[in-house]
């Protein structure tokens, strides 16, 4: 199977799905800048040239109205934001119109659109190029959200989105771009809906959404060490999300833990917890926990950074506290290398 | 342009049509049947009709929340859309849209939206779905001065203009939005001098003059479907009713009855394409659309209401 990066595999995906597919298409602000969104475009335009690969002037709401009313005529365009930060000014688009018009017209068009917002996290980008908005946009009936976490899904789940005929939200994390993994070749799909256990255990069901999942993962490597068995679940999917894993997996271990990667006030993390404890609360062993950042914007200085965003040491922490154990040994960390300039 | 007289009369047809439906639900609204919010289209009836025979039923027409008259006058069907005032799952939306939200996809209309200017991007849309099919069909994309004020207008026409989209912008300038004049709401610079700016080819006629509509709709048809890009259509007009329900507004302060009155006795759009027909023809129209109209009814008090929260089709937790 090929290794390749995370941004690779988003690319791959798209050459996969344009050759296959002539409705898929391409469009988006600045995407025929020779950067080619942190080269995930590479090759493109040239290959499909500029009805599929359409740039599109300042205008990121006109852009998805547009879009959007491709895709009802059944194209499958892709709308590309270098930052997800632009999707507020895209939102009467995407919520009274996206997420509504299937259902407001008893289910005579499909809305098969791709938003795809890069989330900026890192080297400074301070508060207005770092939000997640994942909490928000999964608030809303009719979007299906996704944020893949490693390159197979990165691929598998860019496909299964141009493919799906509801509007998609692809919530990608640029912290992921330099990430190397396996990916299967061809029109592999990774199901949206379906969420994927990254590390089984038995003590503790540690729910995790885009960084936090890698977080997790060293959390659970390090808890081994304390003899916890920590079960790692990365969502991927956030609407809807695959509620009969995670209950399955917190009746195996009595506890739950949900580190988010946005804001907690009714976010991701809140709505697990709530559905956990409404349904299967004769399970829990202790009350569930959320980790998610801080309730402020994030700063911009890196002297500052490293602590708005909890990590691996903090979810050990929270388990141990959680699993009434001592919490001497929570000293672990794990720092990701710091990618940049950008 | 000298219009062929089929054309005129199918013009004159399609206003009466319109008025006469629309005096219909006026005169039975109260009667609480029809629980949606319905902005008629009185006294406008000569732009929807002018344009929509200058156009093909396989053209898409992107309307707004005051659609009835446009929705008609694209051929679409009166039955369905008098059922989906009244809720029912026989109603062109299958009882999940209203009034604001009429689609009739055969006859080549699309879904409207309730936002302002939320639907301009999508005639830009649809029609660049043309052109990357390469089908010969245009859009007509309609909505209010209200619209214009909104950074969705400006972008809309800048991308149409840029890419040359087979579209054809139509502002109905009826002065209100809501019940706010113009002059407190826009800068003194006419609306088509500033979709010219955008690089859009622009004109301004009188909306209550059926046959100008028509010949300027026509005119940008044509260069549409040569290549040649969008254009914009200033159609002056005036609403004879309040801005959402069946009755006059003057009570509000806005306006005066001299004022309506003026318009809707020296200025109405419908009795000034009159002198283009027979008096026989206009009894023939006049008694089939009252006809249509009380059976669409008739059917409408009949169906069912619709049995499921959730369209048929839709996964239950979407």
């Given at each position: ?8 595999a ?16 391409m469009?988006g ?79 005579q ?53 141009i ?142 950074e ?19 154990h ?17 | 342009?000298?219009?062929?007289k ?44 002018g ?25 679409g ?96 300038n ?48 044509d ?30 302060g806005?306006?005066?009855d001299?004022?309506v ?31 249509d ?26």
């Amino acid at each position: 199977m090929p290794v390749m990066k995370f941004s690779e595999a988003i690319r791959d995906a798209y050459f996969e799905t344009m050759r296959a597919h002539p409705e898929v298409f391409m469009i988006g602000v600045g995407i025929i800048d020779p950067k080619a969104v942190f080269n995930t475009l590479n090759g493109l335009r040239e290959e499909f040239g500029d009805m599929r690969f359409v740039e599109g002037p300042l205008a990121e709401q006109m852009l998805t109205g547009f879009s959007f009313a491709a895709a009802t005529l059944g194209l499958r365009p892709v709308l590309i934001h270098h930052r997800i930060d632009f999707l507020p000014l895209t939102m009467d688009q995407i919520v009274s119109h996206c997420s509504k018009w299937t259902y407001m017209f008893g289910n005579q068009q499909k809305v098969p659109i791709v938003i795809r917002g890069i989330v900026g996290r890192g080297w400074g980008n301070g508060p207005q190029h770092t939000q997640s908005m994942q909490g928000t946009m999964s608030h809303f009936p009719g979007l299906k959200v996704v944020v893949p976490t490693n390159a197979a899904d990165a691929k598998g789940l860019m496909i299964s989105s141009i493919l799906d005929n509801d509007p998609v939200i692809f919530v990608e994390h640029r912290w992921f771009h330099e990430d190397t993994g396996e990916v299967p070749e061809g029109l592999y799909r990774v199901p949206i809906g379906k969420a994927r256990i990254a590390t089984s255990g038995k003590d503790l069901t540690l729910v995790a959404i885009g960084p936090m999942v890698q977080e997790a993962i060293l959390a659970a490597e390090t808890l081994t060490k304390s003899g916890k068995s920590v079960e790692v679940i990365d969502l991927r999917t956030i609407r809807p999300i695959d509620y009969e894993t995670v209950l399955d997996s917190v009746k195996k271990t009595g506890h739950l833990i949900v580190a988010d990667s946005d804001w907690g006030q009714c976010g991701v993390a809140s709505a697990v917890i709530s559905h956990v404890t409404q349904n299967a609360f004769e399970a829990l062993k202790k009350a569930p926990c959320a980790i998610t950042w801080p309730e402020h914007p994030a700063p911009a200085s890196y002297g500052i950074e490293p602590t708005y965003y909890p990590m691996a040491k903090n979810i050990v922490t929270q388990c141990l506290k959680t699993l009434d154990h001592s919490t001497d040994h929570a000293t672990h960390q794990t720092e990701k290398p710091v990618y940049g300039p950008f | 342009m000298e219009i062929p007289k089929s054309i005129v009369e199918n013009i004159y047809e399609s206003a009466l049509r319109i008025r006469t439906i629309e005096d219909g639900i006026s005169s039975i609204y109260h009667l609480r049947e029809m629980r949606t919010p319905t902005h008629l289209y009185t006294g406008q009836e000569a732009i929807a009709a002018g344009a929509c025979q200058a156009l093909e039923t396989k053209d898409l027409v992107y309307s707004y929340y005051r659609s009835h008259g446009w929705y008609l006058a694209k051929g679409g069907n009166l039955n369905r859309m008098m059922a989906e005032l009244f809720g029912k799952a026989t109603g062109c939306s299958k009882g999940f849209g209203g009034s604001m939200h009429l689609i009739d996809l055969e006859a080549g209309f699309t879904g409207t939206s309730a936002i302002v200017a939320g639907a301009i991007p999508h005639a830009v849309g649809g029609a660049f779905t043309f052109q990357y099919r390469k089908t010969q069909n245009v859009v007509l994309s309609c909505f209010g001065d209200g619209a214009t004020e909104e950074g969705l207008f400006q972008e809309s026409l800048m991308f149409a203009s840029l890419r040359k989209i087979p579209v054809i912008f139509l502002c109905e300038n009826n002065g209100l939005a809501t019940n706010t004049w113009i002059k407190d709401r826009q800068p003194n610079v006419p609306i088509y001098k500033r979709a010219e700016g955008l690089g859009v080819r622009s004109e301004i006629v009188d909306g209550n003059d059926g046959l100008a509509v028509y010949a300027a709709v026509k005119k940008a048809v044509d260069l549409a479907r040569e290549g040649a890009g969008p254009s914009f259509i200033e159609c002056t007009t005036y609403r004879l009713l309040e801005h959402c329900g069946p009755n006059r507004d003057t009570a509000l302060g806005a306006r005066t009855d001299a004022e309506v009155d003026e318009w809707k006795f020296n200025n109405d759009p419908v009795k000034r394409l009159e002198k283009h027909v027979s008096p026989e023809f206009k009894a023939r129209v006049l008694e089939k659309a009252k006809k249509d109209f009380d059976m669409a009814v008739e059917q409408a008090r009949k169906d069912p209401f619709p049995t499921s929260l959730i369209p048929e089709g839709l996964p239950c937790q979407l």
